[in-house]
């Protein structure tokens, strides 16, 4: 801090009695003014370094406090609840259920297909009867019961936001970029001929997976949709089923059928009769028609629970909101560069941007929200099976990079195309048409469930086929 001077002025009081020296700044003091520069810093230093420092240790100190993430989003959630009317309060209410819920679902199936693992792999050892095919489906047992894991413990990073769409806690598919699929599928559901018995399928259009892994599927020529149970080897009829016809109990091929989850319903494209209906999932003997009048392909839902239906006619898709039956035009186009020439699949991303398959001109177009001019995204190059053609496509995803999942159905495959791609690449079945587990006859409707797994309606075939996500 000070070294002895010999002769100097105090830089204080300008006499020529200085003693000491200040090693940082260089001045020289008296005895007295040194005794008060030393001061001075010392002040200073509990200033700026102790304060700075206690601060530090306390944000790190509430850092590592353990359920900081649930006091944390709690405590915002009773802040936001005091701001808001009686409504709002209700929601933030309603969101305390669902994280506990969700938390304690999640950690409770984990358990409990741990468990079945854990026996199938006894079992397996036991018997010591097992072969190739029993160990890869362990394999990718463990795979997808790590990603589960992976899901629900991966991120801390949580906040509360405040906005006017309802809070939704939906098990999204998670595909990563340079993931690949397994050349070899699964028949998941059908496969034992065309036919009406519980293990057939008649010329399946669509596949619906929920969060328990169970598929329902739109059996077209069997009038019927059947849902079918993970490892289940025949499905069951939970709508139609009674014939074609048009009363409240049938159907009259039927192309499409999602889950609305809220309302603990399907909502089923019922094409044949032109109508649009809902079905109660606790096993409804009767639905109600929703819409009607409406020459329907495809459905898709928001996650506002607005409704959109392509309409194979006008060549147009409507939105129908709230339980509206006229409903919005949000895809249709005005020119040769978007106009629609029969519309099948459709998908709605978290935007609201509308994306169609063009089933006549063998492309997709996307329309962003409120856009009235549709852009081509994969095709348009005249019907074809060059990587940058698509013929008559139908099944259509977009996951959460924008890469868009498309049924090439004349050309037996199911292609991706990355975001503003000139060109596709064949991630399914480059074997021309067949019916093994490594080829595709038109395929129609896919899908994917949770675990990135994906889902093929192989038409031509009558059966769903699964092709499994491989580990990295």
């Given at each position: 801090?000070?070294?002895l001077?010999?002769s100097s002025?105090?830089?204080?009081?300008s006499?020529?009695?200085a003693q000491c020296?200040?090693?940082?700044?260089?001045?020289?003091f008296?005895?007295?003014?040194?005794n008060?520069?030393r001061q001075?810093?010392s002040?200073?230093?509990d200033?700026e370094i102790g304060?700075?420092?206690?601060e530090?240790?306390q944000q790190?100190?509430?850092?590592?406090?353990?359920?900081?993430?649930?006091d944390d989003?709690?405590?915002?959630?009773d802040?936001?609840?005091?701001?808001?009317?009686?409504?709002?309060q209700?929601?933030?209410?309603?969101?305390?259920r669902?994280?506990i819920?969700?938390?304690?679902?999640g950690?409770?199936?984990?358990n409990?297909?741990?468990?079945?693992?854990?026996?199938?792999?006894r079992?397996?050892?036991?018997?010591?009867d097992f072969v190739?095919?029993?160990?890869e489906?362990?394999r990718?047992?463990i795979?997808e019961l790590?990603s589960?894991?992976?899901k629900t413990t991966?991120?801390?990073?949580?906040?509360?936001i405040?906005?006017?769409?309802?809070i939704?806690w939906?098990l999204?598919?998670?595909i990563p970029?340079?993931?690949k699929?397994?050349l070899?599928?699964?028949t998941i559901a059908?496969g034992?001929?065309?036919?009406?018995?519980l293990?057939q399928?008649?010329a399946p259009?669509?596949v619906?997976?929920d969060d328990?892994?169970?598929?329902y599927?739109?059996?077209?020529?069997n009038h019927r949709?059947?849902?079918w149970?993970?490892?289940?080897?025949?499905?069951?009829?939970v709508?139609?089923?009674n014939?074609?016809?048009?009363r409240?109990?049938?159907?009259?091929?039927p192309?499409?059928?999602?889950v609305?989850k809220?309302?603990n319903?399907?909502?089923?494209?019922?094409?044949?009769?032109?109508r649009?209906?809902?079905w109660?999932?606790?096993?409804g003997?009767?639905?109600?028609?929703?819409?009607s009048?409406?020459?329907?392909?495809?459905l898709s839902?928001?996650?506002?629970?607005?409704?959109?239906v392509?309409?194979?006619?006008?060549?147009?898709?409507r939105?129908?909101?709230?339980g509206?039956?006229e409903?919005?035009?949000?895809?249709?186009g005005?020119g040769?560069s978007?106009?629609?020439s029969?519309?099948?699949c459709i998908?709605?991303?978290?935007?609201?941007?509308v994306f169609?398959?063009?089933?006549d001109?063998?492309r997709?177009?996307k329309w962003?929200?409120?856009?009235?001019e549709?852009?081509?995204?994969?095709g348009?190059?005249r019907?074809?099976?060059?990587?940058?053609q698509?013929?008559?496509?139908q099944?259509?995803?977009v996951d959460?990079?924008?890469r868009?999942?498309?049924s090439?159905?004349?050309?037996h495959?199911?292609?991706r195309w990355c975001?503003?791609?000139?060109?596709?690449?064949v991630i399914v079945?480059?074997?021309?048409t067949g019916d093994s587990?490594?080829?595709?006859?038109?395929?129609?409707?896919?899908?994917?469930?949770?675990?990135?797994n994906?889902?093929?309606?192989?038409?031509?075939?009558d059966?769903?086929i699964?092709?499994?996500?491989q580990?990295?």
């Open positions: 801090m000070a070294t001077t010999t002025e105090c830089s204080q009081c006499k020529t009695k020296t200040c090693r940082g700044c260089q001045g020289s008296c005895t007295k003014h040194f008060e520069h001075q810093l002040v200073r230093f200033q304060e700075a420092h206690d530090l240790v790190i100190d509430k850092l590592t406090r353990q359920n900081k993430i649930h989003i709690f405590s915002e959630i802040r936001w609840e005091t701001r808001m009317i009686k409504k709002i209700q929601v933030a209410e309603k969101v305390r669902q994280i819920e969700l938390v304690s679902q950690t409770e199936t984990l409990d297909e741990l468990k079945a693992l854990t026996k199938d792999i079992r397996c050892r036991q018997e010591d190739e095919e029993d160990i489906n362990l990718q047992k795979y790590q589960s894991f992976e991966v991120s801390n990073d949580i906040e509360v405040e906005r006017k769409d309802p939704k939906n999204l598919p998670s970029l340079n993931v699929w397994a070899k599928g699964c059908g034992h001929g065309r036919g009406d018995a293990n399928l008649n259009f669509s619906y997976i328990k892994q169970s598929i599927i739109a059996d077209c020529e949709i059947v849902e149970k993970p490892n289940s080897t025949v499905g069951e009829v709508a139609g089923g014939g074609s016809g048009n409240a109990n049938q159907l009259c091929c192309t499409d059928v999602i609305d809220e309302a319903s399907l909502i089923i494209c019922d094409r044949g009769n032109r649009i209906m809902r109660s999932c606790q096993r003997t009767c639905g109600e028609t929703i819409i009048n409406i020459d329907c392909s495809r839902m928001d996650n506002r629970r607005s409704l959109y392509s309409d194979w006619k006008k060549n147009e898709v939105r129908f909101d709230d509206g039956t409903g919005t035009i949000v895809a249709r005005s040769p978007d106009r629609l029969q519309p099948t998908f709605v991303d978290q935007d609201h941007s169609v398959s063009d089933y001109n063998h997709v177009l962003i929200k409120d856009s009235h549709g852009i081509i995204i994969a348009g190059n019907e074809g099976n060059d990587l940058t698509l013929s008559h496509p099944g259509l995803f959460q990079f924008g868009i999942y498309v090439d159905q004349r050309n495959r199911v292609m975001d503003s791609a000139k060109q596709g690449e079945d480059a074997n021309n587990l490594c080829q595709l006859n038109r395929p129609i409707g896919l899908s994917f469930d949770q675990y990135g994906l889902y093929v309606v192989d038409g031509g075939n059966r769903v699964r092709f499994n996500m580990p990295n």
